[in-house]
Nanobody, 122 residues
Framework: QVQLVESGGGLVQTGGSLRLSCAAS????????MGWFRQAPGKEREFVAA????????VYADSVKGRFTISRDNAKNTVYLQMNSLKPEDTAVYYC???????????????WGQGTQVTVSS
């Protein structure tokens, strides 16, 4: 029983930054691995980043390494995705998700938010 709500999306120019937030509620949130995925029109949902429940372990897609940072604050029941040096190809709807283990496949996650739009213009 976990509910997730994303926020922080918007329009930004190439090279700019955004920080996405995912507010969660649920009894076991602090023990959940959290991930970020994105999906552009006509494309499959794509893995972006994930973080273990403790925050010790993180995984990033090659396309965002060095530019994006995932973090969490369990006391606030919130997960963040700091996005720097944004590119037009980052344009997508971004979703946060909760699961029991670090994973890159959407099927490994049990809970999903409704998404927030990120648009990067040139």
């Amino acid at each position: 029983q976990v509910q997730l709500v994303e926020s922080g999306g918007g329009l930004v120019q190439t090279g700019g930054s955004l920080r996405l937030s995912c507010a969660a509620s649920g009894r076991t949130f602090s023990r959940y691995t959290m991930g970020w995925f994105r999906q552009a029109p006509g494309k499959e949902r794509e893995f972006v980043a994930a973080i273990s429940w403790s925050g010790t372990n993180t995984v990033y897609a090659d396309s965002v390494k060095g530019r994006f940072t995932i973090s969490r604050d369990n006391a606030k029941n919130t997960v963040y995705l700091q996005m720097n040096s944004l590119k037009p190809e980052d344009t997508a709807v971004y979703y946060c998700a909760g699961g029991t283990r670090l994973a890159t496949m959407p099927v490994r996650y049990d809970y999903w938010g409704q998404g927030t739009q990120v648009t990067v213009s040139s």
